[in-house]
């Protein structure tokens, strides 16, 4: 909704009055054109007067911005309103002038119903002068969001307001209060309104790109799912401490989730939301520091992925994972395999994973597995050469329509794509530059 009010009418509000409280266009003060919106009330019994508009049903998030012109304050001790934001009878969040001083202050209702208040500005608002003001609020519970504009600079901002609404479900100019005096004038206003955006996964697809960077932030890159990936977005902090990471579907519950090998050899599972976001860090395991892992369905009938991993002496070991949370015993599963860098991946798509070491040299060797935890006898086969200049490598499923494939990590910091399709590779297309400070996930 905007109206400049050129006109002449209130269209798009609903207009409360009584007493001496009036509502109306005016030509006596304009920010633009020869009229704006004017809301008077008075110190007398039974004054009362606001302008309201309402919000589409389901409204989570809105935003209003215009221009406002206090020439008349009111009585101290009360305050004149700019903005106010509902869901039904409660007074979600508003900014006002305090009539004490004329400083801008916002005050938010708390689930228990008491009013909790914040200073915004510290200098007196000037009266008969037009000032730019917008506000846009965000009910989410305990995690809602205000944001707050005077005169073109951000006054306050804050995700974790406090709040028992979930919707929103109009924003009023004025006040409900009787004696609430003030004149108020206000003009070029813009309302708008949106429902709360659908919840979705932090790790949306099996082709995103997940990466710690230098400061321990952890960020996704989602896959557009046309070869290319799409703004980054955080999704946690404080992982300075990971040496890999791996994200797998763990649990088996359609949402991804990240297995983190730490520094310190901690071993972590970190089951995704639906809703995004983590479920609190479980410990599955420690003195992981000396073994080199892999993730993914080794084992074609387990309900859940598991991890292969080589410790100190090359012995390679399969931990099952029988629960979708914790690691069962450890089976042996071969040996000679130290100093090889581990991906596990179905790369001739026959339905069993299989893995790709890539050794000193540069060549990747292909292990075709059974699907029930061994190697396929026979030969070896060299799938690749000169990878020695990739210093990481991450499965992916459907970075392009329908594609499998590797996203890699060049050490020159670029990082590409490497489609492949029942064992042939496809063209490699760069898909980034400047990855080197980055810690991939696989």
Same mark, same amino acid.
């Given at each position: 909704m905007a109206n400049n009010f050129e006109s002449g009418t209130l269209n798009g509000f609903s207009s409360t009055t009584g007493g001496t409280g009036t509502t109306e266009v005016s030509s006596d003060q304009f920010h633009s054109g020869t009229c704006s919106a004017h809301v008077h009330a008075t110190a007398d019994l039974g004054s009362v007067a606001n302008l309201s508009t309402p919000l589409p049903a389901g409204t989570a998030t809105a935003y209003a911005d215009g221009w406002f012109n206090i020439t008349q304050a009111g009585v101290v001790g009360n305050n004149v309103p700019y903005l106010r934001f509902f869901s039904g009878s409660i007074r979600v969040a508003d900014i006002y002038r305090f009539n004490d001083n004329g400083q801008l202050w916002l005050r938010v209702t708390a689930p228990d119903g008491a009013s909790v208040f914040t200073r915004l500005t510290t200098t007196s608002i000037t009266l008969n002068a037009w000032h730019h003001v917008a506000m846009r609020t965000t009910a989410n519970g305990a995690a809602s969001t205000v944001e707050v504009w005077f005169d073109g600079a951000q006054v306050y901002s804050s995700n974790q307001v406090v709040s028992a609404a979930t919707t929103l479900d109009r924003v009023q100019l004025g006040a409900e209060h009787n004696r609430q005096m003030g004149d108020t004038y206000v003009d070029d206003l813009v309302i708008k309104a949106s429902p709360r955006a659908a919840a979705t996964?932090?790790?949306?697809? @099996?082709?995103?790109?997940? @990466?710690?960077?230098?400061?321990?932030?952890?960020?996704?890159?989602?896959?557009?799912?046309?070869?290319? +990936?799409? @703004?980054?977005?955080?999704?946690?902090?404080?992982?300075?401490? +990971?040496?890999?990471?791996?994200?797998?579907? &763990?649990?088996?519950?359609?949402?991804? %989730?990240?297995?983190?090998?730490?520094?310190?050899?901690?071993?972590? =599972? /970190?089951?995704?939301?639906?809703?995004?976001? =983590?479920?609190?860090?479980?410990?599955?395991?420690?003195?992981?520091?000396?073994?080199?892992?892999?993730?993914? %369905?080794?084992?074609?009938?387990?309900?859940?992925?598991?991890?292969?991993? $080589?410790?100190?002496?090359?012995?390679? &070991?399969? $931990?099952?994972?029988?629960?979708?949370?914790? +690691?069962?015993?450890?089976?042996?599963?071969?040996?000679?395999?130290?100093?090889? /860098?581990?991906?596990?991946?179905?790369?001739?798509?026959?339905?069993?994973? %299989?893995?790709?070491?890539?050794?000193?040299?540069?060549?990747?060797?292909? $292990?075709?597995?059974?699907?029930?935890?061994?190697?396929?006898?026979?030969?070896?086969?060299?799938?690749?050469?000169?990878?020695?200049?990739?210093?990481?490598?991450?499965?992916?499923?459907?970075?392009?329509?329908?594609?499998?494939?590797?996203?890699?990590?060049?050490?020159?910091?670029?990082?590409?794509?490497?489609?492949?399709?029942?064992?042939?590779?496809?063209?490699?297309?760069?898909?980034?530059?400047? &990855?080197?400070? =980055?810690?991939?996930?696989?």
């Open positions: 996964p932090s790790i949306r697809s @099996a082709a995103d790109v997940l @990466a710690v960077g230098s400061d321990g932030t952890l960020w996704n890159y989602p896959a557009t799912g046309q070869g290319s +990936l799409g @703004a980054r977005q955080k999704i946690g902090a404080g992982w300075a401490g +990971l040496a890999k990471g791996f994200i797998t579907d &763990w649990n088996s519950d359609g949402t991804h %989730d990240v297995i983190a090998q730490w520094k310190d050899g901690r071993l972590s =599972f /970190y089951a995704g939301r639906p809703e995004g976001g =983590f479920v609190a860090a479980r410990a599955i395991g420690t003195g992981w520091g000396g073994y080199h892992i892999t993730v993914g %369905d080794w084992r074609t009938a387990d309900q859940f992925p598991g991890i292969l991993a $080589y410790d100190a002496s090359g012995t390679l &070991w399969y $931990y099952g994972n029988s629960a979708g949370a914790s +690691l069962s015993p450890r089976i042996k599963t071969g040996s000679g395999w130290g100093g090889l /860098y581990l991906t596990m991946t179905d790369f001739d798509q026959d339905g069993a994973q %299989d893995l790709l070491a890539k050794r000193s040299d540069g060549s990747l060797i292909l $292990y075709r597995s059974t699907g029930t935890g061994g190697f396929v006898s026979g030969a070896r086969p060299t799938v690749g050469t000169g990878w020695n200049s990739i210093s990481s490598i991450t499965a992916v499923e459907g970075f392009t329509t329908g594609s499998s494939g590797l996203i890699t990590q060049l050490t020159d910091g670029r990082l590409a794509h490497y489609p492949f399709s029942r064992g042939t590779w496809g063209a490699r297309t760069i898909i980034g530059t400047g &990855w080197s400070t =980055f810690n991939v996930l696989r």
